[in-house]
C-alpha cells in the first residue's frame, strides 16, 4: 500500500511504502539543483526573456500567494550565465484592464518607443491582458495586449495607461502571447501572437503602433488552443543563409498527449511566412517536428537580444505537462523551468533541423569527470556503480554501437524501488522514457505512468546520447540534440546506479560522467 499526506503547513510529506513511515522534506528531496524554481509558490510559462548588458532576465507566469494558478502577475529572475538564477521583486501586477499573461519583452536600444529618458535604455514588455470579470459575463474579447515599460533594467515597470491596451480584441477568444523580436533582416520590430488556432503576425516601428500582416496554420498537424508562441530570424550553422522559425505550444495535442510545443522552418518576406519546401515534407511525413518529444517541456521561448542570437538562440521551457501542471507533489513551490538550451539551425540531407544542447556554461560547473573509453556490453552492464555518482546532479554522455534490431535500456534505480527506463527501441524504431515505476506521489504516478516516445525513420546501429539528471528531471539529448526528450519524477530516494539492458552483445563508447557542484 502506498499512500501520501499532508503534514507540517505542507513542508514535508510523510509517505507510507509497506510496513516503513518515511518522511520527504520537499526542499531537500526535490527543490532542483540547477532548475530554475520560484523560492516560493506557483510558476507557469517563462515570459519576458530579453538580454541586457551582460545579464538574461527571465519573468514568469507567478500567483505569488498560493501554490495553485491564480490571477496572474510577472515574477522575475536574472542571471550572468543562464545556470544560476536570482529571483528578483515581482515585476508587473494585475490591474483594471485584468491579470498579466504571457509575453515578451525587449531592450529597446534605438529607444524606437521613445520611452528612454536621460540616456535610459527602456526594456519594453508586451504582454497579455487578460479581463477575468468580463470572461464571467461570458464575453469573448477578453484578451487584448499590454504594454509596461523600465528604465532599471526590468526591476520595476510602468503600465502604458494612456496607450493600453496596444492591440484590442476584434472577438477571438484565445488571443494571447505577444512574442516581440527586433528583425534584423527588415529592421523593424515583428510580433507573433496566438489567436486561437493560429499563429498572427504583426510588425512595428515603435512597439506601440501594431500593424496586422498575416496568419499562419498549421495544416498538417491539428492540435488544440495554440499558446505562446516565438518567431525569428536564424542563420543556418555554417553559413549566411538566413531561415525563419515559428515555436509554436499547443494544448491539447502534444507528442505523447497533453501540451507540447512544435517548431516551423521557413522563409518570411516581412507579410507572409512561409513553409520551406523540404521541411514542410519533412512535417507531411513524419505529422509533427517537436522541440522536445517529452511530456514535460512546455511554453518554450527564447531570448531576445543575445550577443551572438544570429546563429544562436537560447530557449527555456516550463518543465511540466498541462494535463498533470498542479499534481507534482511540491507545496512550497510549484512549478520548474527546463535547463536553458542552445538552438543551432542545421541543414541536414533531408531538411533543416535544430540542434538542441544545454546552454554551454553549465560546463564550469562540472567538479568531477570519469571517462571510460569502451564497454563491450553481454546484455547488460552497470554504468554507474551505487553510491559512485550523485546522480542529482550529474550528465552523462554516452555512445553506443554495435545496434541490432532490438531494445537497449538504461535504467536508474535506487534502493527505494524507483526506476526510470530510457533508451531507443530498433524493434519499434523509437526513442522512449518509461516513467511508469518512478513516483512517490500516487496522484502524479496516476497522471504520468506511461511511456513515452519519439518515432525514428531508420533503425539505428549507432547513437549518442546526453543524459541531463536532477533530482526531479531527466532531459535527454539524442544524436547531437536532434531530438530532445524531457520528463520529470517524484522519487522515494535519489537515484543511485545506473545500468544498461540489451538481448545480446554491444559496446559503450565514450562514457563521460561529469559530476556538477553548484555551490
Ligand atoms: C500557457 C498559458 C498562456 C497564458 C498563460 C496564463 O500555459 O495558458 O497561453 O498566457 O498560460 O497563465
Redesign the pocket.
Known amino acids: 500500500m502506498t499512500f501520501k499526506k499532508l503534514v507540517l503547513c505542507g513542508l514535508s510529506l510523510a509517505y507510507f511504502s509497506g510496513a516503513v513511515a518515511q518522511e520527504i522534506n520537499e526542499e531537500t528531496a526535490y527543490r532542483p539543483n540547477f532548475h530554475f524554481t520560484p523560492k516560493k509558490n506557483w510558476m507557469?510559462?517563462p515570459n519576458g526573456l530579453f538580454y541586457a548588458d551582460g545579464v538574461y532576465h527571465l519573468f514568469f507566469?507567478h500567483w505569488p500567494y498560493g501554490n495553485v494558478?491564480g490571477p496572474?502577475h510577472w515574477g522575475h529572475a536574472t542571471s550572468k550565465d543562464l545556470v544560476k538564477w536570482e529571483e528578483q521583486p515581482i515585476a508587473l501586477y494585475p490591474d483594471r484592464f485584468g491579470y498579466i499573461?504571457?509575453g515578451s519583452a525587449v531592450y529597446d536600444t534605438k529607444n524606437t518607443s521613445g520611452f528612454g529618458k536621460d540616456g535610459k535604455i527602456p526594456a519594453i514588455a508586451l504582454f497579455?491582458y487578460h479581463d477575468s470579470a468580463k470572461e464571467k459575463t461570458g464575453a469573448t474579447d477578453v484578451e487584448s495586449q499590454g504594454l509596461a515599460y523600465s528604465l532599471d533594467n526590468g526591476q520595476t515597470w510602468t503600465k502604458y495607461d494612456e496607450g493600453n491596451p496596444v492591440i484590442k480584441n476584434n472577438g477571438i477568444r484565445d488571443f494571447?502571447?505577444p512574442k516581440v523580436t527586433w528583425d534584423w533582416v527588415n529592421n523593424k520590430w515583428i510580433m507573433v501572437l496566438?489567436a486561437k488556432d493560429r499563429a498572427q503576425f504583426y510588425t512595428s516601428d515603435n512597439l506601440k503602433d501594431w500593424k496586422y500582416l498575416s496568419d499562419f496554420e498549421d495544416k498538417v498537424s491539428k492540435h488544440g488552443t495554440w499558446?505562446?508562441p516565438d518567431f525569428f530570424p536564424i542563420k543556418v550553422k555554417g553559413t549566411n543563409e538566413v531561415k525563419w522559425v515559428l515555436i509554436q505550444s499547443f494544448y491539447p495535442g502534444g507528442a505523447n498527449g497533453g501540451s507540447g510545443t512544435q517548431y516551423y522552418v521557413g522563409d518570411f518576406d516581412g507579410k507572409n511566412f512561409t513553409l520551406d519546401k523540404s521541411f514542410a515534407q519533412k512535417l507531411e511525413k513524419e505529422k509533427g517536428i517537436w522541440l522536445d518529444y517529452g511530456r514535460d517541456n512546455?511554453?518554450s521561448v527564447t531570448w531576445g537580444g543575445s550577443p551572438d542570437e544570429q546563429y544562436k538562440k537560447y530557449i527555456i521551457g516550463w518543465m511540466i505537462n498541462?494535463d498533470y501542471a498542479f499534481e507534482p507533489p511540491t507545496n512550497i513551490w510549484r512549478g520548474t523551468n527546463t535547463v536553458a538550451r542552445e538552438l543551432e539551425l542545421i541543414k541536414d540531407k533531408n531538411s533543416y533541423r535544430f540542434s538542441i544542447a544545454p546552454v554551454a556554461a553549465l560546463k564550469k560547473y562540472v567538479a568531477a569527470t570519469e571517462t571510460q573509453k569502451k564497454i563491450t556490453v553481454n546484455q547488460t552492464a552497470e554504468l554507474i556503480k551505487e553510491g559512485k555518482t550523485n546522480l542529482t546532479q550529474a550528465e552523462i554522455n554516452l555512445d553506443l554501437k554495435g545496434l541490432k534490431k532490438e531494445k537497449y535500456s538504461l535504467v536508474l534505480s535506487n534502493k527505494t524501488g524507483d526506476t526510470l527506463k530510457f533508451g531507443i527501441d530498433n524493434t519499434a524504431k523509437n526513442l522512449f522514457i518509461d516513467r511508469t515505476a518512478s513516483s512517490n506521489s500516487t496522484t502524479f504516478k496516476n497522471r504520468t505512468a506511461k511511456v513515452s516516445k519519439a518515432s525514428l525513420t531508420e533503425d539505428q546501429k549507432e547513437v549518442s546520447f546526453k543524459i541531463l539528471l536532477d533530482k526531479t528531471s531527466i532531459e535527454l539529448f539524442y544524436n547531437d540534440g536532434d531530438k530532445v526528450l524531457t520528463e520529470i519524477f517524484f522519487l522515494k530516494s535519489p537515484f543511485t546506479t545506473l545500468t544498461i539492458e540489451g538481448k545480446s552483445k554491444f559496446v559503450v563508447e565514450n562514457l563521460v560522467i561529469n559530476q556538477f557542484n553548484f555551490k
Open positions: 507557469n510559462d507566469q494558478w496572474m499573461f504571457s497579455t494571447r502571447d496566438a499558446e505562446c512546455y511554453a498541462l
